[in-house]
């Protein structure tokens, strides 16, 4: 069972949610659309609150003729997951600008097509919401909803944030696998099933949570380790090969 506290959620919200379209294309009247309502609405962290809107408003000459998103950004994907896919934090001029998570990012672009050659997603890029991409059997979460200044959030901002992963997977009740994207996912779905002692990280590791998913690690599709090829494709496929094994 997942150990970290949910956010809680005024009685009136539900009313007012229900007439609000998921931004991600989820049943509007499900608990998963409640979360991501709640999500997109969260303020609780004015370090990120404030560079959030500060990178929407400056925006990067490349995207100057685009709305940006500017706000935290909720988890996407498929309410009947088997495999839930946990991510750090949404990239300044990626899913802060997009709105969905891993999108408009080359990190995205390496993460989805992985997901599409494993039959996670129906197509191998991610450029933007309304893009056509649908995720079958997977649901792509991050442990920090708001983009941080330098890909880092503080620890008291991780723990703020972390439970709206944990509401996720309290729905997502048949997620068999979760695919850790990096340390600092392996160690945020350790804190949420609140393992003692904490399994190790390692690209490859499996990590059997008692009762519950089994954690997969992997190197972080970023950039850093794409490039400098601490992380191929083949790497990353067959954790996500992995994964499928799992699910099924
Ligand atoms: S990081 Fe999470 S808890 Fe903090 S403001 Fe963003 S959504 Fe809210």
Redesign the pocket.
Known sequence: MVAVAVHERPEAQGLIDGLIESATGLDPRSELAAVERQ?VR????PR??EW?ERVARERRAAFAAEEYWGR?VPGFGDPRARVYVLGL?PAAHGGNRTGRVFTGDRSGDWLYASMHRAGFASQPSSTRRGDGLRLDGAFVGAA???A?PANK?LPE?RE??LP?AGDELRLLTRVRAIVCLGAFAWDCAARLYALRPKPRFAHGAEHTIDGGPVMLGTFHPSQQNTFTGKLTEEMLDRVFVRARELAS
């Open positions: 999500v969260c303020r609780r962290c990120l609150v959030r935290p934090a920090v909803r708001c941080p959030p901002e703020r944030c709206y």
